[in-house]
């Protein structure tokens, strides 16, 4: 009787492809040559509003300077805010939070972002009421009713646009290029640049906010979210603001 054993066969998992094998990769980033662009294009913008309001001012006299600043910043800004869009967000795939990194860092980064701001606006409000001189576009244009409520919806509209332009778009960009130390000055000079016309004539405010600059940078670089940035710009300005109404 010629009976073959039994012999016990083990079942062979089918096997699986590698993980991810069938995912997506993830989005890629911003581009240096698609920083360049945007960046080109809203100097582009911004030149050509600037040339116009030059040109407005010098036509019709400092009483259209209100409207002609009003103009161009609503442009410029809409261009900074589409782009920094475009380019961070729509042409990658990434939803706004993705993009701009609009994650919850925690409370503590906020809290400690909060308390950093209010001391560096008071401490700057005690050196400026000092040794400012008081000039500059901003001081001429709240000499007016309608001029302080302008630099007032500026100033708290500001860092909406700001933050997702220069620590959204432009940080990530030149931090992966460079690296962090070099792009954290980097982007806090060129932050501080970009306020030189309205502050050209008082060189302590503008040392003041090339201070919060790097703060900004700086909570960008160690938190990996634009949200504690985003808020701490938010309550320097609005400190700011309010020292200057009601103090």
Known sequence: M?????????????????????????????TVVELLVAVGIIWGIELFCGIISSAVLLLSGPRNMLWSIMASTIL???????????????RHGKTVVEGFALKNPGARP?????????AIAMGGLVLMSHFSTGKGLLAELAATPAGLAFVVCLSLLA????????????????????GGAAAVPIVALWFTAAHFMQLFEDPVGLAVILVIAVQYTLQKHLHG?????LVSHL???AVVIAAYLFL
């Open 225 to 229: 979210s634009l949200v504690p940035s």
């Open 235 to 237: 309550v320097y300005n």
């Open 2 to 30: 010629d009976e073959q054993a039994d012999i016990p066969v083990t079942a062979v998992p089918e096997q699986e492809p590698p993980a991810g094998l069938d995912t997506p990769p993830p989005p890629a980033g911003t």
């Open 110 to 118: 906020i809290v400690w972002g909060v308390a950093v701001s209010v």
């Open 76 to 90: 410029s800004w809409g261009a900074t805010l589409g782009l920094s869009w475009y380019f961070v967000c729509r």
């Open 159 to 178: 860092p909406l646009v700001e933050e997702p332009y220069y620590r959204g778009l432009i940080f990530p960009v030149a931090r992966k290029t460079l």
